[in-house]
């Protein structure tokens, strides 16, 4: 266990259909991360929140919509998605300082799958 | 942007023998290079770590080599164990605002009985 947990572990889901991914950090970290994995590809960077606040947004479809309600939580709003988006998304937690990047505690990922 | 090459993207070898894994990165000011296991099912995992201050750190088994001049780093596993099949991810500090990682491709390592 990593402290960093994430439900639904798979997904299964239409063109139409609006569902969402939650992660949930227990290592008071002040940062939190959605990564896209696909297969055969570098992890890709979503999001970056900072103490609540979106940091980043690396050029995500619309159809993915994050949510940060405090600094424990973490969500991903899907709605109208593409099969190409099928793929494992990870969430990750990190203690943010002026010193440089620190390690970063994934989840176990959601795999998704959108028919 | 930064940009991280990893190579090979598979690698086997015999039990007990070493592996190693070697990245590339484009962004000078990258300081800090961590590498990742991710096994079946499972999220990426922290196994070593090394910033631009240092050229070599050592975790029993495990070593991380850099070489902050050429861009380049890499991942040595000495004695190879079965345990040891999993891939592995590098990853480089991107130097913007929010201290970001980019991650190569992944090595799928696999450790032959």
């Known amino acids: 266990e990593t402290g960093v947990t994430q439900t639904p572990r798979h997904l299964v889901m239409g063109m139409t259909n609006k569902k969402s991914l939650k992660c949930e950090q227990h290592?008071?970290?002040?940062?939190m991360y959605w990564y896209k994995q696909s297969a055969k590809k570098p992890l890709e960077l979503m999001f970056v929140y900072n103490f609540k606040e979106q940091t980043e947004n690396n050029s995500v479809p619309s159809r993915f919509s994050p949510e940060c309600p405090n600094s424990s939580h973490l969500f991903l709003h899907l709605h109208t998605l593409q099969p190409e988006d099928s793929a494992l998304y990870l969430c990750a937690s990190s203690q943010q300082s002026g010193q440089g990047a620190n390690e970063q505690f994934f989840g176990p990922g959601t795999r998704l799958t959108v028919l | 942007g930064e940009n991280v090459e990893q190579h090979p993207s598979t690698l086997s070898v015999q039990e007990g023998d070493s592996a190693v894994i070697k990245c590339t990165y484009s962004d000078s000011a990258s300081n800090y290079f961590p590498w990742y296991k991710q096994e079946l099912g499972k999220g990426p995992q922290l196994i070593i770590d090394?910033?631009?201050?240092?050229g070599e750190k050592k975790d029993q088994r495990i070593a991380v080599t850099l070489n902050k001049t050429a861009k380049h780093f890499s991942l040595h596993i000495t004695e190879t164990q079965p345990e040891d099949s999993a891939v592995y991810f590098c990853a480089a500090e991107f130097s913007g605002s929010a201290r970001q990682l980019t991650f190569g491709s992944g090595t799928q390592l696999t450790v032959l009985p």
């Open positions: 090394i910033r631009s201050n240092v």
């Open positions: 290592l008071g970290h002040n940062a």
